[in-house]
């Protein structure tokens, strides 16, 4: 079943140039992008976007980095597209994150880890809607 998930490219990847790679990537793994943007997130549309984050001691750093410059949101479609594309970004710490993956090949570190996935179905759909309503 086809199924669409979001991607963020975060300002460490988009300030370094891996725009093109890490798109590159997603249309090689299959991935069809439905909708894509660049926009530079205010602090109060970074802390939106990451509420489910709410009270985390690494939320403070987290919105102040994704509002700090411009990012790229991609919604993709593809069959079982939130496992896989989870899998594509690999571990959320780029130091654990399995060999091949888009965090263990660009990512800084566990803040500056390059890019954002959706964790599921219901997420993405929310996540979509946020940036393409
Ligand atoms: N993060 C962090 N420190 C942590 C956990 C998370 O800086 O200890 C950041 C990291 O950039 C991560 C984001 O917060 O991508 C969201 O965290 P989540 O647990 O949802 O990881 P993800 O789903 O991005 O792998
Ligand atoms: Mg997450």
Redesign the pocket.
Known sequence: MKQQTLLMI?PDAVQRNFIGRIIERLETAGFQIVQMKMVHLTVARAREF?E??EG????E??VA?MSSSPIVAIALEKENAVADL?EL?G???PAEAACGTIRQCFAI?????S???S?SPENAAVEIRFHFA
């Not at 985390?56 to 939320?59: D, I, S, Y």
């Open positions: 975060k990451y489910v984050h985390k001691p690494f939320l750093e987290l980095f989870r970004v571990a959320t710490n570190d566990m803040g500056k880890n890019v954002h996935a964790d």
